[in-house]
């Protein structure tokens, strides 16, 4: 900027040179009256009308000096605004960068939250199916189990039915042998009777 290779002047290097200009006016001025009453005093016309113009130039001097010095100040109140402009600008530029980089930041961190968020989503999802499959896989075992309990029940009732069965099975036979035996004996009776009878007959 043009504005950067002038020399730096302080505020308080340009109120010492203010009031070393007002001060100069001020004391043209009073140089100027001076002379007038000085002229006045001795009566001369010709002192007093030179004193007069002297006054005159050196009250437009210092009209000069002041006028000079009230642009000046206005210049230096002007540059004083430019320049607290600028700072604020340059202020505001780097509030908006720094909360351009705090807003990336912050949006950066959303962003991996929101990652993070969607990686334990999908964690859970698949949990969720890991349980759900396994709660099915035990629902069909525990079916299986009851079919299993409700077989083994039956297979344990034909068994005990069978045991019996076979028990009364024996019991019969044993009766059936019983019976055999007294058959035998009854028939072996009546044979030795039968031969005993045929025996007698042929000996008649």
């Given at each position: 900027?043009?504005?950067?290779?002038?020399?730096?002047?302080?505020?308080?290097?340009?109120?010492?040179?203010?009031?070393?200009?007002?001060?100069?006016?001020?004391?043209?001025?009073?140089?100027?009256?001076?002379?007038?009453?000085?002229?006045?005093?001795?009566?001369?016309?010709?002192?007093?009308?030179?004193?007069?113009?002297?006054?005159?130039?050196?009250?437009?001097?210092?009209?000069?000096?002041?006028?000079?010095?009230?642009?000046?100040?206005?210049?230096?109140?002007?540059?004083?605004?430019?320049?607290?402009?600028?700072?604020?600008?340059?202020?505001?530029e780097e509030r908006a960068a720094e909360h351009a980089t705090y807003v990336?930041?912050?949006?950066?961190?959303?962003?991996?939250?929101?990652?993070?968020?969607?990686?334990?989503?999908?964690?859970?999802?698949?949990?969720?199916?890991?349980?759900?499959?396994?709660?099915?896989?035990?629902?069909?075992?525990?079916?299986?189990?009851?079919?299993?309990?409700?077989?083994?029940a039956e297979l344990s009732a034909d068994l005990d039915a069978a045991e019996?069965?076979?028990?009364?099975?024996?019991?019969?036979?044993?009766?059936?042998?019983?019976?055999?035996?007294?058959?035998?004996?009854?028939?072996?009776?009546?044979?030795?009777?039968?031969?005993?009878?045929?025996?007698?007959?042929?000996?008649?």
């Amino acid at each position: 900027m043009a504005t950067s290779a002038a020399p730096s002047v302080t505020p308080a290097s340009r109120r010492r040179q203010r009031s070393t200009r007002l001060t100069v006016a001020v004391g043209l001025l009073v140089v100027g009256a001076v002379a007038v009453a000085a002229a006045i005093a001795t009566g001369s016309w010709g002192l007093t009308a030179g004193a007069a113009v002297l006054a005159v130039v050196l009250g437009a001097a210092a009209t000069r000096i002041t006028s000079a010095e009230l642009a000046q100040s206005r210049r230096d109140a002007a540059r004083d605004r430019a320049e607290q402009a600028q700072a604020y600008r340059r202020m505001a530029e780097e509030r908006a960068a720094e909360h351009a980089t705090y807003v990336e930041t912050v949006e950066r961190r959303i962003a991996d939250r929101e990652a993070s968020i969607a990686d334990l989503e999908q964690g859970l999802t698949a949990a969720q199916q890991r349980v759900a499959d396994a709660t099915l896989k035990l629902g069909t075992e525990a079916r299986r189990a009851d079919a299993a309990d409700r077989a083994r029940a039956e297979l344990s009732a034909d068994l005990d039915a069978a045991e019996e069965r076979a028990a009364e099975a024996i019991v019969r036979m044993a009766e059936l042998e019983q019976e055999v035996d007294v058959l035998r004996a009854e028939l072996e009776v009546v044979t030795a009777a039968w031969q005993t009878a045929e025996a007698t007959r042929k000996r008649a």
